[in-house]
């Protein structure tokens, strides 16, 4: 499975931005993608994951300014970013699991695999 990602950049606080990322190759066991994210000096932490059948999970700290959705068809995520601040700054990685389990949402060790990751600045 290979995942590309795009999107991220540099944007003031309160501004948006838009990742996406889409899964290649053997993608039939994958039944869970979406973001996780780190900063420097911090370990990487989950941001929002959605299931095959579109079930959302999101961190306290993005829950109503990020929104994550998911287009079968074209294996692809998108996460949409509202109202950004400068905390929300770290390289952003695209993951994508199989199997992983409700319990097992949050943790970034259930993700089989991992996008190259991109960054996301946000000035104050």
């Known amino acids: 499975v290979q995942l590309q990602a795009s999107g991220g950049g540099l944007v003031q606080a309160g501004g948006s931005l838009r990742l996406s990322c889409t899964a290649s190759?053997?993608?039939?066991?994958?039944?869970?993608m979406g973001w996780h994210r780190q900063a420097p000096g911090k370990q990487r932490e989950l941001v929002a994951v959605i299931t095959s059948r579109g079930s959302a999970n999101y961190a306290d700290s993005v829950k109503g300014r990020f929104t994550i959705s998911r287009d079968n068809a074209k294996n692809t995520v998108f996460l949409q970013m509202n109202s950004l601040e400068p905390d929300d700054t770290a390289v952003y990685y695209c993951?994508?699991?199989?199997?992983?389990?409700?319990?097992?949402?949050?943790?970034?060790?259930?993700?089989?695999?991992w996008g190259q990751g991109t960054q996301v600045t946000v000035s104050s």
């Open positions: 993951a994508a699991g199989a199997g992983v389990i409700t319990s097992s949402l949050r943790r970034p060790s259930a993700y089989n695999y």
């Open positions: 190759g053997s993608i039939f066991s994958i039944n869970t």
